[in-house]
């Protein structure tokens, strides 16, 4: 939401009006969280970020991170897939050497994307809705919510079939594990789909999930709303 002169004035008093209030909603909710109530904390930091602040440097930042997961989740999945093409390729050396090449571009590339995603945390101011990102992304099996399942099975991810492979870490040989729905370069999917999705770039997978967060809306059939209870609420 653009932040003009009209809407600033009413943005300022609820700003003046919940900063005193903040500190004992956020030690509200940090508590909540100790005591394994998280579910409650999430709500309480959602309410608390919802009402404070328009969008803003934030929000952008909270924007880019999500799309960064996104992208290391592509790349720790094509990674899985070219390894799975390259046990498949011929026994020609020019062949094997040139898919060894491209394992190790993907395997780059999760790496550079973590180091942006641990960049931008850093810059992340310390409060509700940083908080709640890291709980939720804690949580064991937090991307398994029925929205979230459904997405993936609409889009002919393995959530739609028995296999299970979202719930299983996408990539074995990494050092960290990482969790989530299909997209276009999941191996299992590929081999149901029988074809590889030709993509230039990462964020041209027709299966990723639209996150365009500018507009928190507070109606529960909004996509966006769905969105930002999926990946930052955990609700
Ligand atoms: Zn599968
Ligand atoms: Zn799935
Ligand atoms: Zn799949």
Redesign the pocket.
Known sequence: MEVTLLNFVPYAAINLATGAAERPLMALANLLERKGRWRQAQRLRRKQTYFKTPYGYHWKLMENLLKVDQRVLFYAMTHVLEQSQRKLASSVSDDKEKQKHKVDEYEEAVWYGEQERQSILASLMDGPLKRAYLLTHSQPGWHLSEWQ?AQ?AAKG???ARACGC?ARARCAVLAKSYYG??LSTCVCCTKTRGFKVPLDEWFEDPMLIDIDIKDRRWNKRQYRYQVLNAYIWGL
């Open positions: 399942r993936c991810g393995c959530c979202c729905h299909c």
